[in-house]
Nanobody, 115 residues
Framework: QVQLVESGGGLVQAGGSLRLSCAAS????????VAWYRQIQGQSREWIGT???????NYADSVKGRFDISIDNAKNTGYLQMNNLKLEDTAVYYC?????????WGQGTQVTVSS
């Protein structure tokens, strides 16, 4: 059974950095695409960005220049590097990995940015 397990969330001060991880298990196939989303309580889930294993990436304007998505093919793990965090980045962050054409979601991890 394929699972994506997220880690790396927590509490950070505004201006700080965090790196989230999204590790795939239960499969020998690689994640071809990794995307990250976030959800603020009471709001709909927001797309943050997507990276293809071939290298192309795209980001929402709200995080462009501050967030970076990468994929470590050897570890079958995706990452979300978040820099210069702002109060409005506080949310639950979810990863989505595409493996053999199917979407798999992580369980979500809380990121809280304090002043």
């Amino acid at each position: 059974q394929v699972q994506l397990v997220e880690s790396g969330g927590g509490l950070v001060q505004a201006g700080g950095s965090l790196r989230l991880s999204c590790a795939a298990s239960g499969t020998t196939f690689s994640m071809n695409i990794v995307a990250w989303y976030r959800q603020i309580q009471g709001q709909s889930r927001e797309w943050i960005g997507t990276r293809l294993i071939a290298g192309a990436s795209n980001y929402a304007d709200s995080v462009k220049g501050r967030f970076d998505i990468s994929i470590d093919n050897a570890k079958n793990t995706g990452y979300l590097q978040m820099n210069n965090l702002k109060l409005e980045d506080t949310a639950v962050y979810y990863c989505k990995g595409v493996i053999r054409g199917r979407d798999y979601w992580g369980q979500g991890t809380q990121v809280t940015v304090s002043s």
